[in-house]
């Protein structure tokens, strides 16, 4: 295996970090797991505990591994949470992303870093539109990330992924139907999902491509600039339950609040990434199908 350089991933521990840390272990990468409490990783992995809200430990860090890439997914992406706490919020992604990125200004210039922002990051000209101030933490970082680029001519790529499923533990729509749908299973329970609209739209990509997206943008991605890691589609809930109906014993229901019809356009453009040479491999089906079979095993557990 061909060694492709030092690797630090921050949230490794976490839904999207436990398949990039995997991805790049096999990429032939020398990976650094980045988590805030102790976690097992493959022995090939050096793990390293950090908080990287506190500046001191960050810095010592990067002084102590030195990384020559930087995939950055660590962060608090809970909307619900940014409310009742938003000052924890902003400090766990953009104090953090802020304290990453000096220190490797300071300790190991040259790295190439892939910051992972969030779909709902907004252009800051709309900042009087901001929803939340979950938005609002992740319009920050990317903010610090590109001016950090511009200023001190650092290698930043940003990454704004849509909706990531695949198997695993997440809080994704996908994951949450899954869970019900393999515990009601389990029970010999009727199934019955409740959804707020069946017709709600979304852009769904299964963790893994998008973790191939991150390992493209590592190596080919430009200084500076924001590319979509998306399919392109809208899938409505309607589709996913149909989706969930083709693997599963009898019939699920759907109990419902509203059902309007709601024609919603792709909002993000994998375009970009594609022209790199990057582009989705796994259906919708098989993500699906992937999903039920991890919540499946865990009941058996």
Known sequence: MNQQGKLMITGASGFTGRHACAHFLKSGFDITAISRKKMNFDGRIHAECCDLTNENDVNNLIKRTKPQYLLHLAGQ?????????????????????????????????????????????????????????????????????????????????????????????????CSIFAKKIADMERKGMEKVLEVDNPNDQ??????????????????????????????????????IIEGYRSVTTGDIQVNSKRNDLIENKAAIDPIKLVNLGWKPNIPLESSLMDILAFHRDLMEK
């Open 77 to 173: 992406n809970h909307v619900g949470e940014s409310w009742s706490d938003p000052v924890s919020t902003l400090e766990a992604n953009t104090m953090s992303t802020a304290y990453l990125i000096d220190a490797i200004r300071k300790e190991s210039p040259t790295c190439k870093m892939v910051i992972v922002g969030s779909a709902l990051q907004i252009d800051p000209d709309s900042i009087s539109s901001i929803p939340h101030p979950y938005s609002l933490s992740k319009t920050l970082q990317v903010l610090i990330a590109q001016s950090w680029a511009v200023l001190y001519n650092m290698d930043i790529t940003i990454a704004k992924p849509s909706n990531l499923i695949g198997p695993g533990f997440s809080n994704g729509v």
């Open 202 to 239: 979304r852009d769904f990509l299964d963790v893994r491509d998008a973790v191939r997206a991150y390992d493209f943008l590592l190596r080919k991605g430009r200084s500076g600039e924001t590319y979509d890691v998306a399919s392109g589609n809208n899938r409505s809930l309607k589709e």
